[in-house]
């Protein structure tokens, strides 16, 4: 596959290329270009020429074209699932959900979009000002460089470009150099729908070349970054060279907070909604599972007997739960990981085991609040990471240690603990009986302390792809 540069498929101007492997067979299934700075300035200069016109379509018109590519996603469907699925090794009725996931975004993005009304402060609200009128608007930042990171790459395709077009941006993506493929698809999609040749291009390449000529661009207005909390200081101190609009939505440690009163049997089904998802690598993941002493061991038990029922296997199996991590790579450093915890004191009750990128659920218990994984060590993998506490309080404590605060969870049947917890806690985010993965496409979405700037959702997102210009009648009342 190509890059799209101003509706042309490209090779990098260097003619280099990247590999794109199935991580399941480990084979070789296709290359994309690895572009260039040059390759950059060029995409940016026509998503700059479009820009200036594409803000001028109405939004109406803006919905018509978002409601003629969704028709063209649901053609093509199957293909785009398949791509997914086979391109980033997660089950294939995973992949259909994140696809499915397009028509929800972009439907409720366009929905917004048509209210963003702005304000009027009435003559007279300050003293001085009882003659004048002062309205406001929201505008376009402009051309937005939109990165996007393989765990989830549809879902923030959709968190990304939909609100960031209907407000009347252009976009440059730079897909995950692992799974550039189906963003690929989507994007000649846009395109086969009629929205404009410059305003949605798409540069494959990895993060040094790419990713840092796109948010060093100083005609990139605004970037939109979902990846490490390494990668996003790079980007956020690139972006302040031309002081770009940013937001990071970067890496989260997620506590999940079971105390003795909880329901141990809903804990354990949400601990496979919330941990096993796509092999674990979810960004929101629970992945510190804060269990009071007086049902650890019940948690335990029924937890190894839960994921015991899991099928792991070929991603294109509809009766696969699990399927491959991203890459070779990723299984063998959570394999490093696990064992690091087991140094630290860790006790295996289940799994532990990988083969080639394939990482099996594991439990491991008994871990020491002093250990890496119970601060700052994310496991990016099906790893359910116990760690033992005596009460309410200390586990409050344990959850506030990290230096991460993307999202947080408790378990409790007394909802006075539910709310006094979910108050506490450092975080972007507590879901009540369920597991921290829960991101609806409405709610805004992102984190505290080094997980993040700035927030994406419906609610929120046009927020930050947008510039608040007041408008002043002085005097006219006068």
């Not at 505008?139 to 996007?148: A, D, N, Y």
């Not at 599972?289 to 991603?315: A, M």
Request: hydrophobic letters at 40%.
């Amino acid at each position: 596959m190509q890059a799209i540069i101003n509706g042309a498929w490209v090779d990098s101007s260097d003619k280099t290329t990247m590999n794109i492997t199935n991580p399941y067979t480990g084979k070789v299934i296709g290359k994309v270009p690895n572009c260039t700075e040059k390759d950059v300035n060029k995409a940016v200069s026509y998503a700059e020429k479009a820009q200036k016109k594409w803000a001028k379509v109405p939004v109406h018109q803006k919905v018509e074209l978002v409601n003629k590519f969704l028709d063209l996603v649901q053609e093509n469907r199957n293909d785009l699932a398949k791509t997914l699925c086979v391109e980033t090794g997660k089950p294939i009725t995973q992949a259909f959900a994140e696809i499915d996931n397009v028509k929800i975004s972009f439907t409720a993005f366009s929905e917004r979009a048509k209210h963003l009304y702005g304000a009027v402060i009435p003559a007279g609200t300050e003293a001085g000002q009882e003659n004048t009128l002062q309205f406001t608007q929201r505008e376009p930042l402009g051309v937005i460089g939109v990165i996007i990171p393989f765990n989830l790459p549809i879902d923030l395709f959709d968190q990304k470009v939909a609100p960031a077009l209907l407000a009347g941006n252009a976009v440059v993506i730079k897909p995950p150099h692992q799974n550039p493929s189906t963003i690929i698809k989507l994007v000649a999609l846009m395109l086969q729908a009629g929205f404009p040749s410059g305003v949605v291009q798409v540069l494959t390449g990895d993060g040094l070349k790419t990713g840092n000529a796109i948010t060093k661009h100083p005609k990139v207005h605004g970037i939109s970054f979902t990846g490490s909390i390494a990668v996003g200081k790079s980007v956020y101190k690139n972006a302040s060279e031309h002081f770009a609009h940013i937001t990071l939505e970067l890496g989260g440690n997620d506590p999940f907070i079971l105390l003795d009163d909880a329901d141990i049997d809903l804990a354990v089904e949400e601990v496979v909604w919330g941990r096993m998802y796509n092999a674990g690598q979810v960004c929101v993941a629970s992945k510190r599972f804060i269990v009071d002493k007086k049902v650890v061991k019940e948690f335990e038990t029924k937890v190894v007997e839960r994921l015991k029922k899991l099928v792991v296997g070929n991603p294109l199996d509809k009766k696969t739960d699990i399927g491959t991590l991203v890459t070779l790579q990723a299984a063998e450093k959570v394999e490093k990981q696990v064992k690091n915890i087991v140094n630290q004191g860790g006790k295996i009750l289940y799994g532990a085991k990988r083969e080639g990128a394939t990482y099996f659920p594991t439990v491991i218990t008994n871990i020491p609040a002093s250990a890496d994984v119970a601060k700052d060590d994310e496991v990016f993998g099906p790893v359910v990471s116990i760690i033992p506490v005596d009460n309410m309080e200390e586990a409050v404590k344990v959850a506030n240690q990290s230096n991460h605060g993307l999202g947080s969870c408790v378990f409790t049947r007394d909802m006075k603990k539910a709310f006094k917890i979910a108050n506490s806690m450092e975080a972007g985010g507590c879901v009540i009986n369920g597991a921290s993965f829960h991101r609806s496409f409405e709610m805004p979405f992102g984190g505290y302390k080094i997980s993040g700037l700035g927030t994406e959702g419906v609610m929120s997102t046009f927020d930050h792809v947008t510039k608040l210009k007041t408008i002043t009648l002085k005097n006219i009342l006068k």
